[in-house]
């Protein structure tokens, strides 16, 4: 399964059918959305993982992501946009 959705991922969309563009966009991404959730329900959580796992990591990414923005907005603040350096406070 590894390798097929390796090589479908080079795969350009474009080529495809309006139906098969619609599958892989929208109704297997919900699938595997539904996928963790769905085993926990059941009492079957895969990797033996627990219910708490998917709060933990979106946790950890949303610290992770906290960071790196308030990083960029320092880069941001600090060195500026090139597009505006010649109007404004920084001419």
Not at 14 to 23: E, I, M, W
Not at 54 to 70: D, E, Y
């Amino acid at each position: 399964i590894y390798n097929t959705a390796v090589r479908l991922s080079a795969f350009p969309l474009s080529d495809l059918s309006r139906g098969a563009q619609t599958l892989l966009l929208t109704a297997v991404p919900a699938g595997l959305l539904a996928w963790f959730p769905t085993l926990v329900l059941l009492g079957r959580p895969p990797l033996g993982l627990t219910a708490a796992f998917p709060f933990l990591f979106a946790s950890v990414l949303a610290l992770l992501t906290g960071v790196l923005m308030k990083k960029g907005w320092m880069h941001y603040a600090r060195e500026g946009s090139p597009r505006y350096s010649d109007v404004g406070h920084r001419r």
